[in-house]
């Protein structure tokens, strides 16, 4: 099933404020913060699913050893629908290298599809070039 997006006219940034966590994908900056806050407000909303640790590759060259050591492996992390069925991590980089190192095969992650997280794009233009990638991607 192919889910063309349509733009919204109306659609409006989401707010970043001072100390908010930001995840850059090229020109697609998310608000992960924000986004936090809308999957603990509304969790049966979100897909909770288990994926495999080995599927998802290391994609930083390093990490705050400090910060790898101190994450909790059970909190979910957090995919997003990138492209059509196609999820990248886009929060929980340190707790799925943890879980590498421990052995851990699996994880839960929240997967949210594009229609959810394009909400928390933090700038129009990235919106409207999401919208063009995405329906790029229907026409592949």
């Avoid at 640790?53 to 994609?59: A, D, K, L, M, T």
């Avoid at 705050?64 to 995919?79: A, F, G, K, N, Q």
Wanted: charged letters at 25%; glycine letters at 6%; proline letters at 5%.
């Amino acid at each position: 099933m192919k889910r063309i997006l349509r733009e919204d006219p109306g659609f409006v940034p989401c707010p970043v404020a001072d100390g908010d966590e930001l995840f850059a994908n090229g020109i697609f900056e998310f608000n992960i913060t924000r986004l936090l806050k809308y999957i603990a407000g509304n969790p049966e909303d979100v897909e909770l699913v288990e994926v495999s640790v080995r599927n998802f590759p290391i994609e930083f060259s390093s990490f705050e050893e400090r910060h790898v050591e101190s994450v909790d492996t059970s909190r979910p992390v957090v995919l997003a629908e990138i492209a059509p069925g196609h999820f990248n991590l886009i929060d929980g980089n340190h707790r799925m290298e943890k879980a590498r190192r421990l052995g851990i095969t699996s994880i839960q992650a929240y997967r949210l599809s594009s229609e959810q997280h394009v909400r928390f794009l933090t700038c129009g233009k990235a919106y409207k070039s999401y919208i063009d990638y995405w329906n790029g991607k229907l026409r592949q």
